[in-house]
């Protein structure tokens, strides 16, 4: 038992050569894993400084008064009481926002799941194809919404004129509370549809298993028949996620009503963004916006949530066994 004792080394491992061995085997792993976080340091550093940190004032910031210029000074709920029972704003604002999305997230989702349908096929010059419809969600939004403002002015837009050479009065477009929502929405479709949406749906369909395609066209199924039967039951966690990522978008729409009518005419465009931006950073009232902006998280968590409730039901994935 002395014996072995004396040929173990101060680590306990064996030999004496077998304990240096592993000291430096430690050294160059601490090494490396110091020059690891050395390396994700300044990721890091902009993750609190940019994201956490503001994350954490804000829901601070949501519980005082703050005007930016004065300290900020505890009020407890009262800035979500105030949203929720006296605030005559921000009911209609998140009901506008919803009318928006119900609208803009299932159009957008059949337009582009319709174009990636198109283009899923090894044709010649089909690159060409795709570009073309990717391109103009390439677009800064704020030279889209510039360019649709001139496409659809009342009184000199390209829109208006072609309806007037066929004897069709125009309407009034963004300047108009009936037709500044239709607006906004056609808008928002025509950059939407052939972005990163239909390319995510493309890569979705390119993924089906080219074996079950072959199996419906021995059993004789046409073209739509198969689409309906075999194709779209097996990209359906794909629309699920595209579905997901556009009820986040949609409710986040803010841009496009900006630069085109404020929130306007008469608040027909007055969404939930649009309405945290205004008190926040026009009306200094930063306590207040915090307060909206923490319930707009609450909405979108909520809507995130129903979502995945709902999707065991009609989502399919191929791994999983029933």
């Known amino acids: ?20 061995l592993v000291g430096v085997e430690t050294r160059y792993q601490a090494k490396y894993a110091l020059w690891g976080y050395l390396f994700l340091l300044p990721w890091l550093i902009g993750l609190i400084a940019f994201i956490i940190g503001p994350i954490i004032v804000s829901l601070y910031l949501s519980f005082t008064q703050y005007d930016v210029i004065s300290p900020p000074q505890w009020i407890g709920l009262e800035n979500y009481r105030n949203a ?3 605030d005559d704003l921000f009911w209609p604002s998140i009901l506008r926002t919803l009318e928006y999305s119900i609208v803009v997230v299932p159009l957008g989702l059949l337009g582009s799941l319709l174009l990636a349908a198109l283009l899923n096929r090894q044709s010649k010059g089909i690159g060409i ?5 990717f391109l103009p969600s ?19 837009g390209l829109i208006n004129n072609v309806l007037d050479s066929f004897g069709i009065p125009g309407p009034g477009w963004f300047a108009s509370p009936v037709w500044a929502m239709p607006a906004v929405i056609l808008t928002s479709l025509w950059a939407g549809w052939g972005g990163s949406t239909m390319l995510i749906f493309l890569a979705g369909l390119q993924g089906v298993d080219r074996s079950l395609l072959e199996a419906a066209d021995i059993d004789g199924a046409g073209r739509l028949t198969k689409f309906w039967h075999v194709t779209l039951p097996m990209i359906t966690p794909t629309i699920f996620f595209n ?10 729409i803010f841009t496009v009503a900006y630069i085109a009518t404020e929130g306007g005419p008469r608040y027909a465009t007055w969404f939930l963004a649009l309405h945290i931006f205004n008190q926040a950073f026009k009306y200094f009232q930063m306590g207040y916006g915090s307060a909206l902006a923490w319930l707009f998280v609450v909405v979108l ?5 129903i979502q995945l409730r709902l999707s065991g039901g009609w989502v399919y994935y191929g791994g999983e066994s029933k």
């Open 84 to 86: 929720l029972f006296t």
């Open 129 to 133: 194809f795709r570009t073309a419809f």
């Open 243 to 252: 579905f997901i990522l556009g009820i986040i978008a949609a409710m986040q």
């Open 301 to 305: 968590l909520g809507f995130t949530v």
């Open 1 to 20: 038992m002395g014996v072995v004792a004396r040929d173990r080394g101060p680590s306990g491992v064996g030999p004496p050569f077998l304990a240096r």
């Open 138 to 156: 390439l677009t800064p939004t704020v030279a889209l919404a510039l360019l649709w403002v001139w496409l659809f002015d009342p009184n000199y």
